[in-house]
């Protein structure tokens, strides 16, 4: 049974003997709905109040129609194919009901999905990828984290999380048939950054996706029910469907293929490669080493660095550590997280001459610039554009109230700022973004950050006035538009002109060259500690940044290391994976760290809300960090053909062979060669370990940062590059 060219792909490994798929008429589902007058009444209408259905078979598919829902005029069907081992599901709603607009359908519930807990984890791409093991999920039961745990929402609201398995984003549900919930919206960076998920033994899978090549707003929800140790499944969708119009659904996949977990990342990859173009980087992009993200002006309004010290001081630093974009936050009058948009050069740290003339002075060093821009933001205080503009383009809530987010960096400045969340139904908004782009162009920056624009998850916009129906779908398809727009507009005045968001989004990566934060995550802590508890598979949640690397080997991905010292576990994490190295300065006693060496007092960072990272500071010499940095970005430079430019293979072409648990090796391959790079992750042991290459590739020269060993036994928190060549 073929269902779309990527799955087949994946299915040919499959001997499907099955017959065709029978859908449960049983299920579950329900469908929302709301009034389009004033009061805005919403109504979920489950299935059970549904009219009975129609069944028709043509052409392999079964087409289920319910003609009616909750005695009205909304038309629901479900469109299925397949076979017990594979099956797409695609749901329809007509609304011809006058009145109601329809905001909302779940797929029929699969009650079981057939897989064996003790043998299969999940793999959710949370940030790069994570790895649920749900038969270690009663541990998770309970286990109380303290009032002093806070999560930050995608909202951008701080949460409190009372117990482990909320935090991991399973909820446990008491009653009768007691379960552990969990809902994954798409796209989120931190929930589904990918529209497909996977459960893996090892060598079977099976693959629940979304072949949607709209990218619309989704949630893959799963219950397990750890008595029966059984999984259900179904996908929501969230959309506007008013009267005389007809939504057509995305499709949910689930498949049972054979082999490794790559063989839902290449599903997924060629699927991705038929409806999409990824843009090839420009060159230097690729080559670059990582950037050193520097706060010039806080949201306390004090001043840490002034425009000259840029082209002179802070160029200098950034130099000796081997980096080679310097990207300037909090660069404008405001500050940080102040007076956004208003994003003007600020008198006070030089004036507009003295930025131009330090981009001039880094570029005349070989390297480039970055300037800041929150691609949501909208200050409510203290700025003429807020009263005048910014509240007639701010996202309004179901209840009519502008979304509001709060964002508050010291404690002595006494309360948060708010700002709302700008919507990208607005051509206004859309405007004010594109002009900021261009002044980038104009200062004579290189490209800039469109803060937060990758992060979060869509969401129902209810504002008058904002050049969209009522209510509409927002940060969804108008924000892919937005950046689509804004990067074929600078593209034109300005090859190679680079666009940055934080978050990790695929279904902006048409747009977007470089993803910046959560990969893996936003929050994985010291990275030797994150891998070895991914090596270690002995907890419910575990790291597996290979999930959204492999699938997306093209994709360009910084990692955040919120910290002015580079640590040996961050800069071998980012070689050995390939993702581009950071640095932050963003407070005084961080640029004293970074200038002069000087180890900060913990209680320095007393009013500091958002602390760095402070023991990166605290547990190395200074003057080791920088030279280990040069040392490993010096390693990347030399060999740049395979750790910037090549491809991302993970651990595919070799077989790593050792006794000791924490070593580990990627590949990447450029032409006829292949760099495997080593990473010992240990703190304290050395490894030994062999490398042995697929057939047909020869061992050609081993490297390293500059005095480290190129052979023996591998130190702890240390990494070498062995090089291959194709003999035929
Ligand atoms: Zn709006």
Not at 97 to 109: K, M, Q, S
Not at 588 to 599: N, P, S
Request: charged content about 25%; proline content about 6%.
């Amino acid at each position: 049974m073929v269902l779309l060219p990527g799955l087949a792909l994946a299915l040919a490994v499959v001997a499907s003997c099955s017959r065709a798929y029978e859908p449960d008429l049983e299920a579950a589902w329900v469908l929302t709905v709301e009034t389009t007058d004033s009061l805005r009444t919403t109504v979920a209408i489950p299935s059970s109040e549904a009219a009975a259905p129609i069944v028709k078979r043509k052409g392999g598919r079964t087409v289920v129609t319910y003609p009616s829902v909750g005695g009205k005029n909304f038309e629901v069907s479900f469109s299925y194919s397949g076979d017990a081992k594979s099956r797409e599901v695609v749901p329809t709603v007509v609304n011809r009901e006058d009145g109601w607009v329809v905001l909302r359908l779940t797929t029929p519930e699969i009650r079981d999905l057939g897989v064996d807990v003790e043998k299969m984890k999940l793999l959710l791409p949370n940030g790069a990828g994570f790895l649920h093991d749900l038969t270690r999920i009663e541990d998770t039961r309970g286990q109380d984290l303290g009032a002093d745990v806070e999560k930050e929402g995608a909202d951008g609201k701080k949460r409190s999380f009372a117990h482990l398995n909320e935090r991991v984003g399973w909820k446990e549900v008491t009653g009768e048939t007691p379960c552990f919930e969990s809902s994954w919206r798409y796209p989120n960076s931190r929930q589904l950054s990918m529209q497909w998920a996977q459960f893996s033994s090892g060598t079977e899978n099976l693959y629940l996706a979304s072949h949607d090549s709209l990218f619309r707003w989704k949630v893959f929800r799963f219950k397990y029910f750890p008595d029966e140790k059984r999984v259900s499944f179904f996908q929501e969708n969230l959309f506007t469907c008013f009267p005389g119009e007809t939504w057509n659904g995305p499709p949910t996949l689930i498949a049972w293929t054979e082999g490794s977990w790559k063989t839902g990342a290449r599903t997924y990859r060629d699927w991705y490669h038929s409806v999409r173009t990824i843009p090839e980087r420009p060159d230097w992009i690729r080559k670059s080493s990582g950037w050193a993200l520097t706060i010039l002006k806080n949201q306390n309004g004090k001043t840490i660095w002034s425009y000259p010290e840029v082209g002179t001081t802070l160029l200098d630093e950034v130099d000796r550590r081997g980096i080679d974009i310097v990207s300037l936050y909090g660069w404008t009058v405001g500050g940080h997280d102040r007076f956004y948009p208003d994003y003007d050069p600020d008198p006070l740290m030089g004036g507009e001459e003295a930025l131009r003339e330090s981009i001039r002075k880094i570029h005349e060093r070989g390297k480039k610039v970055t300037l800041y821009f929150n691609g949501q933001l909208i200050d409510t205080n203290d700025t003429q554009f807020w009263p005048d503009t910014g509240r007639f383009i701010t996202s309004i809530d179901r209840r009519r109230r502008p979304v509001i987010l709060q964002y508050w960096k010291f404690t002595s400045t006494g309360k948060p700022r708010s700002f709302g969340k700008g919507c990208y139904g607005s051509e206004v908004w859309c405007k004010r973004l594109r002009n900021l782009a261009m002044m980038t162009h104009e200062l004579g920056a290189d490209g800039l950050i469109y803060d937060q624009m990758g992060v979060g998850h869509p969401l129902f916009c209810y504002g008058e006035g904002h050049g969209h129906s009522i209510p509409t779908i927002g940060y969804e398809q108008d924000r892919v538009a937005a950046l689509e727009r804004i990067a074929a507009e600078m593209q034109a005045v300005h090859p190679g002109f680079m666009l940055i968001t934080e978050g990790l989004q695929d279904c902006e990566m048409n747009s977007v060259d470089v993803f910046w934060g959560y990969s893996p995550t936003s929050e994985q802590g010291p990275m030797p500690i994150y891998m070895r508890q991914a090596m270690d598979g002995e907890s419910f949640w575990t790291p597996f940044p290979d999930m959204f690397r492999y699938t997306f080997p093209e994709a360009i991905l910084i990692i955040r290391t919120p910290t002015p010292a580079a640590t040996r576990g961050s800069l071998n994490f980012s070689t050995t994976f390939g993702y581009k190295h950071e640095i932050e300065t963003r407070y005084l006693q961080d640029k004293r760290y970074l200038v002069e060496g000087i180890i900060p007092d913990p209680s320095e960072y007393d009013d500091i809300r958002a602390k760095p990272d402070i023991p990166s500071m605290l547990d190395q010499d200074p003057a080791e960090a920088v030279r280990y940095s040069k040392a490993v970005l010096d390693l990347r430079r030399r060999n740049e053909d395979l750790l910037y430019t090549g491809e991302y293979t993970s651990d595919d072409g070799f077989t790593l062979s050792t006794d000791d648990p924490y070593v580990l090796a990627r590949a990447f391959v450029s032409g006829k060669k292949m760099g495997i790079v080593v990473w010992n992750i240990s703190d304290e042991a050395p490894a030994s370990f062999t490398v042995t290459p697929d057939k047909g590739w020869k061992f050609v020269a081993a490297d390293a940062p500059d005095g480290e060993p190129l052979e023996g036994p591998l130190p702890a928190q240390s990494i070498r590059l062995l090089v291959f060549e194709r003999v035929r």
